[in-house]
């Protein structure tokens, strides 16, 4: 397996279940149109597009999408399985910080130092290319670039709010036993961990719920994920910047890993598509070639983009019973000054 950008951060660093997929339509149909207009349609349109395209990219999913209203999963596929998370578990890590947070053990506006030891210069995220330490910033700047800009350097200043051990019993503790980090010698620092497609799914589902955080430290979780910082090489790819603002997502990647998880709001706030796609290799093509590849035009990431083109155009068709709902702020570019 190729070593690649994310070996050895010491980052602050299969067995196949049954695959459900909602009522996919067999092959010789598979050109036929389907048009979500009730959440079972869009389970079954969701379904049809998750099959073609993972069969089209090759490797190994593991995944979960879950529609709004409806009374089954649109995809679950090794849905159970104990998965690598990569920098998707940042959302866990997030979340952890934000407990705190809620509980009066942290404040936002609260300076973490940023020392050269704790740099990490893998080329991901800003901290690694400030040039200039010691510095300091808020535990809000470091969450919103662990988040937009998967900035690793900010797992770090994460673990020394948050070191790894409580971390993990935070987690724990709100039910997800599998999303874990994993610990190292110096307890503020850890490995990214493992996660299920089930959990990741449940986890985003609690948020927008309102039951996995206070409602400040929700919205503040949500704005920062549909940001357009944020990832857009996946399910965002294929969307304009109004659509990108209704995706809330994260992705990560190492080796030959190529994951992402989120949510998809209609144009009312409505969370209506929870999503957690887990892939790993070997796909379509050269093996080497896609495992150094971590842009747009990697086999599961096109895959990604035509599930998140199907994701954005079955929702706001069909009223859903979303107990929560956030607007997404209105892009509004700026030329400086």
């Not at 067995?15 to 010789?28: I, K, M, Q, Y």
């Not at 503790?173 to 493992?194: E, S």
């Amino acid at each position: 397996m190729t070593v690649n950008r994310r070996h050895m951060l010491g980052l602050g660093g299969a067995a196949a279940a049954g695959v459900v997929l909602a009522s996919a339509s067999p092959a010789s149909a598979e050109d036929e149109e389907i048009v979500a207009v009730d959440a079972a349609s869009a389970n079954r349109k969701i379904a049809r597009v998750y099959a073609r395209e993972t069969r089209r990219a090759r490797g190994t999913w593991s995944s979960y999408i879950g529609v709004a209203g409806a009374e089954t999963a649109a995809v679950a596929d090794r849905a159970d399985e104990v998965v690598e998370a990569y920098s998707v578990n940042k959302i866990a890590v997030a979340a952890a910080v934000l407990d705190k947070v809620d509980r009066g053990l942290l404040t936002l506006d609260q300076r973490v130092d940023v020392t050269a030891d704790i740099v990490i210069k893998d080329t991901d995220g800003i901290f690694g290319l400030d040039g200039a330490y010691p510095s300091s910033v808020t535990l809000g700047h470091a969450m919103a670039a662990l988040l937009t800009l998967s900035d690793n350097t900010a797992v770090r200043l994460c673990g020394l709010v948050c070191p790894a051990l409580e971390l993990n019993e935070i987690l724990r503790g709100k039910g997800f036993v599998h999303t874990q980090v994993v610990p190292v010698a110096n307890p503020n620092r850890f490995f990214l961990g493992t996660t299920t497609p089930r959990e990741t799914h449940d986890l985003l589902r609690k948020l927008v719920g309102g039951t996995l955080l206070s409602p400040a430290s929700t919205e503040y979780l949500l704005t920062v994920l549909r940001s357009l910082s944020s990832f857009t090489d996946g399910i965002r790819l294929d969307l304009s910047s109004d659509e990108r603002l209704r995706v809330a997502a994260k992705a990560g990647w190492f080796n030959d890993g190529r994951n992402e998880a989120g949510i998809v709001f209609d144009t009312e706030g409505r969370p209506v598509v929870t999503y957690a796609l887990f892939a790993s290799g070997p796909f379509t093509g050269d093996a080497a070639a896609n495992d150094t590849n971590f842009g747009a035009t990697h086999p599961a990431l096109r895959a990604r983009q035509a599930i998140g083109r199907t994701l954005v155009d079955s929702v706001g068709r069909f009223s859903t019973p979303a107990a929560l709902t956030f607007k997404a702020r209105a892009y509004q570019p700026s030329n400086g000054g």
